[in-house]
């Protein structure tokens, strides 16, 4: 006589948790989708702005970036940023190379950045000694230039009579192969040591970076 065996599910207490990447994507996919259809950012890639628009967008973006990257170096000069600080992805060289394209020399005179930047590289500079918040950040920055960053260098380089010269923020020199690199920096993220309330206070980080950066947008929206 055979036995049957019923599969009984696993309790809910057993069943693992997902990983940080998937929770990342699915906890700010709201907020993503309120930054990405805000009125600047969409008119900026239909070619409706000037030249003037995106310089002065490129001009946020380098408060932002010096401010993040500045936080992971004391991060990673701290031994505490479990090797997830890249210097693939430093964008701060590249942004300095394109707004001295688009404003001329005197770029860092010609600039101005608006409070709500000063509001979200704030918020980056406090986050030099918790690695949980800045990967959050890090997280919404630069996998955003790495996948949908392509289509807007594109879109700009078209609509604003751009050729390699001002898009160099999108070009990353040292990742040939943007989904490869992206999928192993989705591993490292996956592997960091944080507990399960770490991963939910990381999640609620990532959904204030969204937050800050429409803010930004909207701000830029008033501008121009």
């Known amino acids: 006589m055979s036995t049957i065996i019923e599969h009984v599910p696993p309790a809910a207490d057993d069943v693992a948790p997902a990983p940080l990447s998937a929770r990342l994507r699915s906890g700010t996919r709201t907020q993503h989708e309120t930054a990405e259809s805000q009125g600047f950012i969409t008119q900026l890639m239909r070619g409706e702005l000037d030249r003037d628009a995106y310089a002065d967008f490129l001009a946020q973006h380098h408060a932002i970036y010096v ?6 170096e004391k991060l ?12 693939e992805l430093v964008r701060v060289p590249s942004l300095e190379a394109d707004l001295e394209f688009l404003f001329g020399r005197e770029w860092r005179t010609a600039i101005d950045v608006l409070p709500e930047t000063l509001e979200y590289a704030a918020r980056l500079r406090e986050l030099d000694s918790w690695l949980g918040g800045w990967v959050a950040h890090a997280y919404t920055r630069y996998l955003g230039d790495l996948s ?9 380089q078209r609509h604003y009579g751009l050729g ?33 309330d770490e991963v939910d206070a990381v999640v609620a980080e990532a959904q204030r970076a969204f ?7 909207r701000a830029l929206g008033t501008r121009h």
């Open 148 to 156: 949908g960053g392509q289509a807007i260098r594109a879109l700009v």
């Open 211 to 217: 937050e800050l950066n429409t803010a930004m947008f």
């Open 164 to 196: 390699e010269e001002g898009v160099s923020f999108y070009h990353f020199a040292a990742i040939p192969k943007p989904k490869v690199f992206k999928d192993t920096y989705r591993e490292k993220l996956d592997a960091l040591p944080f507990s399960s």
């Open 76 to 87: 990673r000069a701290a031994g505490v940023d479990s090797g997830i600080v890249l210097d």
């Open 67 to 72: 401010a993040l990257e500045d936080s992971g």
